[in-house]
């Protein structure tokens, strides 16, 4: 089956950069997404990038894919406090037809 | 574009009572649309696929009789949760996607209810 991992926490100072990382196990997924979440809120889409590309920058967010590692980063640019958030790694199944969440990087910016 | 509705955003009931949540998607049309549960500090639980006009598609362990489904326009799919009990208090959250999107484009998520049980 396919699953999704994430590390969980992530602490960074304000203005740093910030590089959340995903891995996933099927190699026959299309499209990868990035969606964030603040508290008490649903999910944002945030980005996503389809299979056939290695990179994708939108602004402060530069998406990386290693498909031969099944490997997935987020990075965050001059990272903000309104940054703070859990940031959930996705894959779009085809083995199921369906989307897998990872469990989510809690995303912490100090001052 | 591409926004989700999700009403209430907290509701609080009595162990017994049923509860209804909706789920709206307001400038397209959804055709499927997603129940997850979430649990605190974990991540998204599919409960089950709602379509349109046809049975909603419960995964395996969520008790279809318990949480009822219905999606009987293409703007609308509620979410009941019936008899309920404090177990059931969690984190609920719908998503949509738009009707004239391939079936792996991203989805679109509502704000989520939270769903307190006394």
């Known amino acids: 089956g396919e699953d999704v991992e994430q590390s969980l926490f992530l602490s960074v100072r304000e203005g740093d950069s910030s590089v959340i990382n995903c891995t996933y196990t099927?190699?026959?997924?299309?499209?990868l997404y990035w969606y964030k979440q603040e508290p008490g809120a649903g999910l944002q889409l945030l980005t996503y990038?389809?299979?056939?590309?290695d990179m994708k920058q939108d602004q402060r967010l530069t998406v990386l894919l290693n498909k031969k590692d099944k490997h997935l980063s987020l990075r965050i640019a001059d990272t903000q406090t309104g940054d703070s958030a859990i940031y959930f790694c996705?894959?779009?199944?085809?083995?199921?037809?369906?989307?897998?969440f990872g469990p989510g990087t809690r995303l912490s910016v100090l001052p | 574009g591409a926004v989700v509705s999700q009403h209430p955003s907290r509701v609080i009931c009595k162990s017994g009572t049923s509860v209804k949540i909706e789920c709206r998607s307001l400038?397209?049309?959804?055709?499927?649309m997603f129940w997850y549960r979430q649990f605190p500090k974990q991540s998204l639980m599919l409960m089950a696929t709602?379509?349109?006009?046809?049975?909603?598609?419960?995964e395996q362990g969520v008790e279809k009789d318990k949480f009822l489904i219905n999606h009987a326009s293409l703007t609308l799919s509620t979410l009941t949760v019936t008899s309920a009990h404090p177990e059931d208090s969690s984190f609920y959250i719908c998503?949509?996607?738009?009707?004239?999107?391939?079936?792996?484009?991203?989805?679109?998520f509502g704000n989520g209810t939270r769903l307190t049980v006394t």
């Open positions: 998503s949509a996607r738009d009707r004239v999107s391939s079936y792996n484009s991203p989805l679109h």
């Open positions: 099927d190699s026959s997924s299309t499209y």
């Open positions: 990038i389809f299979s056939n590309m």
């Open positions: 996705a894959e779009f199944g085809n083995y199921g037809q369906n989307f897998v």
């Open positions: 400038d397209f049309q959804a055709t499927t």
């Open positions: 709602s379509n349109e006009g046809s049975k909603a598609t419960y």
